[in-house]
Each structure stands twice: as C-alpha cells, then as structure tokens.
C-alpha cells in the first residue's frame, strides 16, 4: 500500500524532527549532515507526497 498526499504529512513531519535531532545532538560531522540528504529529497523532490519547496537560492 502507497501513501501519497495528507496520509504522508505525519511521516514528513516525523523525518524532520528526527533530521534536527540528528543534527543537533550529533558530536560527529556525518551524524550532522547525514540529514542533509533527506531533506533535500524531501524539500527539493517532494519525496513522501510533501509537495516540493524552492529555496531562495533556487529561484534567484
């Protein structure tokens, strides 16, 4: 079964709290950037159903 859409926004929203965890309890600099990866999929390619986010830099 494929969740798409508004079934996803828990699951995104999950991913992104564990990502700043990630990021901000980490003591190494692979813990702090493996984040990194997903977000961009997540923001960039609208990956999980979340519709895609442009950065600033993106539309410059």
């Known amino acids: 079964m494929e969740r798409t859409g508004a079934d ?4 995104v ?3 992104r ?7 901000d309890t ?4 692979l813990g702090q950037t493996a984040w990194n990866a997903v977000e961009s999929a997540v ?5 999980y159903g979340a519709a895609p986010r442009h ?3 993106d539309t410059v």
């Open 26 to 29: 980490s003591i190494c600099g």
């Open 43 to 47: 923001d960039r390619l609208g990956a």
């Open 55 to 57: 950065r600033q830099e």
């Open 8 to 11: 996803t926004a828990p699951d």
């Open 17 to 23: 709290e564990v990502g700043r965890a990630m990021r």
């Open 13 to 15: 929203v999950l991913l």
